[in-house]
């Protein structure tokens, strides 16, 4: 059974910082592209970072460029997601995703993982 488990959310103010976590059970981490994405309260889920197979490349969302940042640890099955600078509108709930030999083509695409974990909220104060 593959299992996505996310920690670390929570309540930041703006300008703070906070990492999140994704620690991934049940699969081959180190065969899997792993992506962030998140959600807001009547928005569609929106894409965040991923990060390939092998940790060598990374992508953003045009929202958070420059301010998070996307990284892994193959050894522990973990994927972080560092938020530095968070603002208000980077409330959401947060989801890690895991895409087998992802491409980066496809990192944007909600429909190319196909495990996702449970979510963690992250809200932010002004």
């Known amino acids: 059974q593959v299992l996505l488990v996310e920690s670390g959310g929570g309540l930041v103010q703006a300008g703070g910082s906070l990492r999140l976590s994704c620690a991934a059970s049940g699969l081959t981490f180190s065969r899997y592209t792993m992506g962030w994405f998140r959600q807001a309260p009547g928005k569609e889920r929106e894409f965040v970072a991923a990060?390939?197979?092998?940790?060598?490349?990374?992508g953003y969302g045009d929202s958070v460029k420059g301010r998070f940042t996307i990284y892994r640890d193959n050894a522990k099955n973990t994927v972080y997601l560092q938020m530095n600078s968070p603002k208000p509108e980077d409330t959401a709930v947060y989801y890690c995703?895991?895409?087998?030999?992802?491409?980066?083509?496809?990192?944007?695409?909600?429909?190319?993982?196909?495990?996702w974990g449970q979510g963690t909220q992250v809200t932010v104060s002004s």
């Open positions: 995703a895991a895409d087998f030999l992802g491409s980066s083509m496809s990192w944007g695409h909600e429909k190319a993982y196909d495990y």
């Open positions: 990060i390939s197979w092998s940790g060598g490349s990374t």
